[in-house]
């Protein structure tokens, strides 16, 4: 099973801009698709974005289309959510996750199997 620790966290204002990383353990990154999730106060978690094991195919949930970027570099096992044009509502903590299913589909939570701790992202108005 890989492990997952999350970077890049923070608090911004509105329109500003942040970017997650997260580093993966283990010799078969390229084996698993990738993803962040995200869960704010009072609120269940929710998908955010995946990509696929080689990058070839990306997801993102309506709410951050054009606004963040999901990416992944398999020679350095790490997977990046570059957020811009942030938001009140982005507010939440985020989740790397990975999943072996091959994300021929939009992804659901329940696709994803190992979470990392997460990292708290605050955006102020």
């Known amino acids: 099973q890989v492990q997952l620790v999350e970077s890049g966290g923070g608090s911004v204002q509105a329109g500003g801009s942040l970017r997650l990383s997260c580093a993966a353990s283990?010799?078969?990154?390229?084996?698993?698709?990738m993803g962040w999730l995200r869960q704010a106060p009072g609120k269940e978690r929710e998908f955010v974005a995946a990509?696929?094991?080689?990058?070839?195919?990306?997801y993102y949930t309506d709410s951050v289309k054009r606004r963040f970027t999901i990416s992944r570099d398999n020679a350095k096992n790490t997977v990046s959510l570059q957020m811009n044009s942030l938001k009140p509502d982005d507010t939440a903590v985020y989740y790397c996750?990975?999943?072996?299913?091959?994300?021929?589909?939009?992804?659901?939570?329940?696709?994803?199997?190992?979470w990392g701790q997460g990292t708290q992202v605050t955006v102020s108005s």
């Open positions: 996750a990975a999943t072996s299913e091959l994300l021929l589909q939009f992804p659901s939570l329940s696709d994803f199997g190992s």
């Open positions: 283990g010799r078969t990154f390229s084996s698993y698709a």
């Open positions: 990509i696929s094991r080689r990058g070839t195919r990306k």
